[in-house]
């Protein structure tokens, strides 16, 4: 663990990818739902197919407040079609009155739509992100700041809340980040909780007995990174998913900063005027990804919905479905 902690944070816990089943590659022999040469780890859209299906449920929820259970499906030829455009959605037990009007994306198991569970976990997880930022911004600031400056000994009497607030931010992310493969999340959410508890410890058994805050206990003993790195570790596993996904500079940057400076600091073989520089790109660069979040459209945050829906069925529903596309694709076909 502390070797994936310190050494391969930004890659270890994310180097395996999810089989998902490939419609234009099924064989009448293919019962297992996890037989397929292509797979995504990151929550990026597949391009539309020919044959898909309606995830009925999902599409008639659409503007009554949230999906309904997964209990039936419909299928259809060409539903590619109507991908990314604006249809006439009618809550269940409603009249032909009261529509609403909402988008449609092309998933790889069919079309799925934004409900308003999905805008407010979203804006949740963007803003865990922004709550971490903001606290190691302004705890870090005081490697920048006088000492003699009044501001600066503020920060330093609350270096503990910050370090707790962008922890807890960094958590709430971690708990809501859509990631395909579940053991990846698993992981980054056990790397979080370990670095969490590795830091309690420490600040209720080495720093609070000699009256150190744990920041400035770490800063004095560098092999305290072991017990604190995992909680870094975590959130280089999220900007490296983030810089993957969507192409963001900063991101990609950040996945190399962060271990940089622990390792750096861990080791001793980085001059303190190194490590302030590569904190300041880590500051900067923690801010521009975090604020650039919300310039992204809802749906990029939540993926394609369509695969977390078919991995929540039960593994015989799973099957009936890909014999059902199959169907539809030989008569596609025909």
């Given at each position: 663990?502390?070797?994936?902690?310190?050494?391969?944070?930004?890659?270890?816990?994310?180097?395996?990818?999810?089989?998902?089943?490939?419609?234009?590659?099924?064989?009448?022999?293919?019962s297992?739902s996890?037989?397929?040469?292509?797979?995504?780890?990151?929550?990026?859209?597949?391009?539309?197919?020919?044959?898909?299906?309606?995830?009925?449920?999902?599409?008639?929820?659409?503007?009554?407040?949230?999906?309904s259970?997964?209990?039936?499906?419909?299928?259809?030829?060409?539903?590619?079609?109507?991908?990314?455009?604006?249809?006439?959605?009618q809550?269940?037990?409603?009249?032909?009155?009261?529509?609403?009007?909402?988008?449609?994306?092309?998933?790889?198991?069919?079309?799925?739509?934004v409900?308003?569970?999905?805008?407010?976990?979203?804006?949740?997880?963007?803003?865990?992100?922004?709550?971490?930022?903001?606290?190691?911004?302004?705890?870090?600031?005081?490697a920048?700041?006088?000492?003699?400056?009044?501001?600066?000994?503020?920060?330093?009497?609350?270096?503990?809340?910050?370090?707790?607030?962008?922890?807890?931010?960094?958590?709430?992310?971690?708990l809501?980040?859509?990631?395909?493969?579940?053991?990846?999340?698993?992981?980054?959410?056990?790397?979080?909780?370990?670095?969490?508890?590795g830091?309690?410890?420490?600040?209720?058994?080495?720093a609070?007995?000699?009256?150190?805050?744990?920041?400035?206990?770490?800063?004095?003993?560098?092999?305290?990174?072991?017990?604190?790195?995992?909680?870094?570790?975590?959130?280089?596993?999220?900007?490296?998913?983030?810089?993957?996904?969507?192409?963001?500079?900063?991101?990609?940057?950040?996945?190399?900063?962060?271990?940089?400076?622990?390792?750096?600091?861990?080791?001793?073989?980085?001059?303190?005027?190194?490590?302030?520089?590569?904190?300041?790109?880590?500051m900067?660069?923690?801010?521009?990804?975090?604020?650039?979040?919300?310039?992204?459209?809802?749906?990029?945050?939540?993926?394609?919905?369509?695969?977390?829906?078919?991995?929540?069925?039960?593994?015989?529903?799973?099957?009936?479905?890909?014999?059902?596309?199959?169907?539809?694709?030989?008569?596609?076909?025909?």
């Amino acid at each position: 663990m502390g070797a994936r902690v310190l050494s391969a944070a930004a890659a270890a816990p994310l180097s395996f990818l999810p089989p998902i089943p490939n419609p234009n590659k099924l064989s009448s022999s293919s019962s297992s739902s996890s037989s397929s040469s292509s797979s995504s780890f990151c929550c990026c859209y597949c391009k539309p197919r020919s044959v898909s299906l309606t995830l009925l449920n999902r599409i008639q929820s659409c503007g009554s407040g949230g999906p309904s259970p997964l209990s039936s499906w419909s299928y259809s030829r060409g539903a590619s079609s109507i991908a990314n455009k604006s249809i006439k959605c009618q809550a269940a037990g409603e009249s032909s009155d009261t529509t609403t009007t909402t988008s449609v994306y092309q998933g790889f198991y069919g079309p799925w739509t934004v409900d308003s569970s999905d805008v407010r976990e979203v804006i949740s997880y963007r803003s865990g992100l922004v709550t971490a930022a903001a606290s190691f911004v302004i705890a870090a600031s005081t490697a920048f700041l006088p000492d003699n400056m009044s501001f600066a000994d503020l920060i330093k009497q609350n270096l503990d809340f910050f370090y707790a607030l962008g922890a807890a931010g960094l958590g709430l992310s971690l708990l809501l980040i859509h990631i395909y493969v579940t053991e990846i999340k698993r992981t980054l959410q056990a790397l979080w909780a370990l670095g969490v508890l590795g830091s309690l410890a420490t600040y209720l058994t080495l720093a609070q007995p000699t009256g150190h805050n744990l920041i400035q206990y770490v800063i004095d003993n560098p092999t305290a990174v072991w017990f604190v790195g995992p909680l870094f570790a975590s959130l280089t596993g999220l900007v490296f998913k983030e810089g993957l996904c969507y192409g963001k500079l900063e991101a990609g940057i950040l996945t190399f900063v962060i271990p940089s400076v622990l390792l750096g600091h861990l080791t001793g073989l980085m001059d303190d005027g190194v490590k302030v520089t590569l904190l300041g790109m880590w500051m900067a660069l923690f801010v521009i990804f975090a604020g650039r979040k919300f310039t992204q459209p809802i749906k990029d945050d939540i993926g394609d919905k369509s695969v977390f829906m078919f991995n929540a069925l039960p593994e015989e529903q799973k099957k009936a479905l890909i014999e059902k596309l199959e169907q539809s694709k030989v008569q596609s076909e025909s």
